[in-house]
């Protein structure tokens, strides 16, 4: 039967994603690990009105089970979702293979800064596209799409015939969008044009005849009044 219903949904706003805003093209070097960034004061009310959205689902929309980034922003948005979704709390797993893309050597650099300091990764970067390029101990959005399509054949067993939440970040969104649909991954470089994805969005793919139909992608209706 497969898994019956994928509601993806990015981090509310972090630390990093505003300090990164603020910077714009001044050359910026973050130093906390990526692992270990929280949320803003936005964040944390955008992860509470992902709750409410999930309060106000119809019972044949409510998510039974919970996959989640080990990414402390991640891990900190279902958290406050849960609790102002005031439900019953469905089983959660933390699953490695959602975490956000790697960056390897190039982490705490915005662009700006990688220009400045490794000029020769920004033009292998413009070069080899965003698809293929791997940064030096990092990854490439086609390594990411790689362990999201393990991740995906597992959820088949696991979550057979459920409704399957997951709290992840942009890059996972992306691969999922481009997992689901099954394509070749000569055709990954399309899904970048529904880049970005936006925090606290919410991307629904529920069964229909023989595969997955995607319902809404990169969705923060439920996020109004902020932007």
Known sequence: MGVARIMAVRHGESEANL??????????VYERGD???????????QAAALGRLLAALPPGEV???VWCSPYR?????WELALASWGGPPPPVTVDERLRDQEAGLLAPYNLAAIGERFPEELARRRSEGEYSYRPPGGESLAD??????AFVHDLDGRADGRRVL??????????LRHVIAGGPDAELAAVLDFAPVLNASVSIWHTGGAGFELVSFND????????
């Open 73 to 77: 922003r991640a891990l900190d948005t």
């Open 166 to 175: 997951i709290v992840a970040h942009d890059s996972v969104v992306l691969g």
């Open 19 to 28: 300090a990164y805003q603020r910077a714009g093209d001044t050359p910026l």
């Open 144 to 149: 990411v799409v790689l362990r999201l399509r």
């Open 63 to 65: 998510p039974e089970l």
């Open 220 to 227: 923060i209706t439920h996020l109004a009044p902020w932007p």
């Open 35 to 45: 692992d270990e960034v929280g949320l803003t004061g936005l964040g944390r009310a």
